[in-house]
């Protein structure tokens, strides 16, 4: 069965209380009655099959239940994992830095969208996509001159991807 759905977790594998092996993510989610469970990399990439549309604070619950800490879920469906995957929102810039994608639990108002997109920069980037934030550093995230603090105190909580690892996973689990 193709995947339905893939979760991007925020906050597993950081640190050394929140780990969390890629075994035991796949049975917590196969708990729930999800099907073909498959992880991607160690960041937090979940994808899956779901006969009806997952509730993210169900999937929450009972990753904070099985590992004993908090994990914010952002849910994409297929269609919108193909989406983010194809959309170019920055198509003729040049960039040393790998163009990241913010995935939010929510599309910010009209007023936080101008708000946030004033921390552009030539050298940082900004684009919305439908539930997505688009972020083109000129290099290293690290070296960044935009605030990602207060860019995320705008939006609400986030998780970030680089595009590159949306679209493998894109590739691999959802492209028939």
């Known amino acids: 069965m193709p995947a339905t759905h893939a979760a991007f977790l ?7 209380t929140r780990k969390t092996s890629s075994a035991e993510l796949r049975a917590c989610f196969e708990e729930l009655g999800f099907e073909d469970v498959a992880t991607f990399r160690t960041s ?7 006969k ?9 619950k009972a990753l904070r239940d099985s590992f004993g800490f908090e994990v914010v879920v952002f849910l994409r469906s297929a269609a919108q994992l193909g989406k983010i995957a194809a959309h170019d929102p920055f198509p003729r810039a040049r960039s040393e830095g790998k163009l990241q994608v913010a995935l939010l639990s929510s599309k910010p108002s009209a007023a936080v969208r101008k708000k946030v997109l004033a921390h552009a920069t030539e050298q940082d980037r900004l684009a919305f996509g439908d539930l997505e934030l688009y972020w083109l550093p000129s290099g290293r995230m690290r070296d960044a001159g935009v605030n990602l603090r207060e860019i995320e105190k705008l939006t609400d909580a986030w998780t970030m991807r680089t595009k590159a690892t949306v679209e493998l996973l894109q590739a691999r689990f959802f492209d028939a």
């Open 52 to 60: 009806r549309a997952p509730a993210a604070k169900r999937i929450e």
């Open 10 to 16: 925020r906050g597993v594998n950081l640190g050394s």
């Open 44 to 50: 937090g990439n979940v994808v899956f099959h779901a």
